[in-house]
């Protein structure tokens, strides 16, 4: 039988920032471009926020000593439309492979706005979908702003099929995750931080003092990162039909010897916590592919997208076989929400959809279609994107 869909090779990156330095990250970011194609990958994924770094300081330290730390991070952070990202387009366009990047982005209007953020660039350069994190987890809303639901868009490709993503928790939040299956998401990428502590170990929870409330659950048992990113992400193919990609942050030593330095009762927890993975689930939530966990690395999954059709045969939750849009009726808003939303008639990243060699002329006079007619713009069923 002849291929309907592409078959997609995709690279993972499990790797570690040059933490909280943008420049090297940056510089970091382009040489895993270029091994991934050279490695024949159709798409290379990064981590949540790999550029300068995950926020690990909110979780192991008091806000009131961490301001140093949001300083670096708001300085260190990216504009959507500045120059490393322009570098990271260049260099999709040079090598020929579509990236999706997660990364902290900040405000043109706020120096103190910083959002958790990730873009899916095209093989030309093109940004084809910017997304910011709908709400920070626990300690992330000390960090980031909320975000909105401008990137809730499948984008619509040949080289891919259908790619959606989106960022660590979102995977738990079941509209999120409907919105992506109700565009006929095939190819889902969801981004992880290295390591997620919630309690300290028992012993540190002594020596600092802070016994905390007496629960069920034995003292000090962290919540287990790699089993939960697993868990959800294996519900969400099984659920849509559609591949998955893992892609997780990976502490290095550099970056926890800096967070036992800023707070030296947390060695223990860090040292003792679960990283986690980067790894490939087929649309039954089984895994395939490479997986890389515990160290640095590129983990690399063929995917052969046809394999998506067969479960929608039976139990297809967006299809009128298993769906009844005559009871449920759901309206997602896709605004682009903020400051840019007043002052430009245009959402800044929709002029950035040409390809990264446009300058800003070009880009005004070749941008015309609206979102109605773009191929990330979808009407399914009851599902009513504004």
């Given at each position: 039988m002849t291929a309907w869909l592409p078959k997609v090779r995709v690279a993972a990156c499990n790797v570690a920032p040059v933490f909280l330095d943008?420049?090297?990250?940056?510089?970091?970011?382009?040489?895993l471009i270029r091994e991934a194609a050279s490695n024949r990958a159709d798409l290379v994924v990064f981590p949540e926020t790999y550029i300068p770094a995950f926020p690990l300081w909110a979780a192991i330290a008091a806000p009131i000593d961490n301001h140093s730390?949001?300083?670096?991070?708001?300085?260190?952070?990216?504009?959507?439309?500045?120059?490393?990202?322009?570098?990271?387009?260049q260099a999709c366009?040079?090598?020929?492979?579509?990236?999706?990047?997660?990364?902290?982005?900040?405000?043109h209007h706020s120096v103190g706005c910083i959002w958790n953020s990730s873009v899916l660039i095209s093989d030309e350069g093109r940004?084809?979908?910017?997304?910011?994190?709908?709400?920070p987890t626990f300690y992330e809303k000390l960090v980031w702003s909320p975000g909105d639901g401008a990137g809730l868009k499948v984008v619509n490709t040949e080289r891919l099929g259908k790619v959606g993503s989106l960022i660590c928790g979102e995977n738990t939040n079941p509209l999120a995750r409907w919105t992506l299956m109700a565009q006929g998401e095939q190819l889902h990428i969801s981004a992880w931080p290295p390591v997620w502590p919630t309690k300290r170990t028992a012993s540190a929870k002594n020596a600092a003092g802070s016994e905390g409330a007496t629960t069920g659950a034995p003292r000090g048992k962290q919540y287990d990162n790699l089993a939960a990113n697993r868990t959800r992400s294996a519900a969400h193919c099984f659920e849509a039909k559609c591949f998955g990609v893992l892609c997780s942050s990976f502490m290095d030593k550099a970056m926890r010897d800096e967070m036992v330095r800023h707070a030296p009762d947390s060695a223990e927890t860090?040292?003792?916590?679960?990283?986690?993975?980067?790894?490939?689930?087929?649309?039954?939530?089984?895994?395939v592919g490479e997986q890389v966990v515990g160290e640095e690395g590129i983990a690399y999954?063929?995917?052969?997208?046809?394999?998506?059709?067969?479960?929608?045969?039976?139990h297809d939750v967006v299809g009128t076989g298993y769906q009844r849009y005559d009871i449920f009726d759901v309206r997602v808003n896709r605004k682009r929400l903020g400051p840019e939303g007043i002052f430009t008639p245009r959402a800044r990243e929709d002029q950035l959809a040409m390809p990264w060699t446009s300058s800003p002329s070009e880009q005004d006079e070749n941008s015309g279609a609206s979102d109605a007619h773009s191929p990330t713009s979808h009407d399914v069923?009851?599902?009513r994107m504004m």
């Open positions: 943008t420049a090297k990250t940056v510089q970091k970011t382009v040489s730390y949001f300083t670096r991070l708001a300085r260190e952070s990216l504009l959507i439309d500045g120059k490393e990202m322009r570098t990271l387009q366009a040079d090598s020929r492979i579509f990236a999706h990047v997660g990364f902290n982005e900040r405000s940004i084809l979908n910017h997304h910011r994190k709908m709400m860090l040292d003792g916590i679960t990283q986690g993975a980067s790894l490939f689930l087929d649309p039954t939530g089984s895994q999954g063929d995917l052969d997208l046809n394999a998506t059709i067969e479960g929608k045969q039976y069923g009851a599902l």
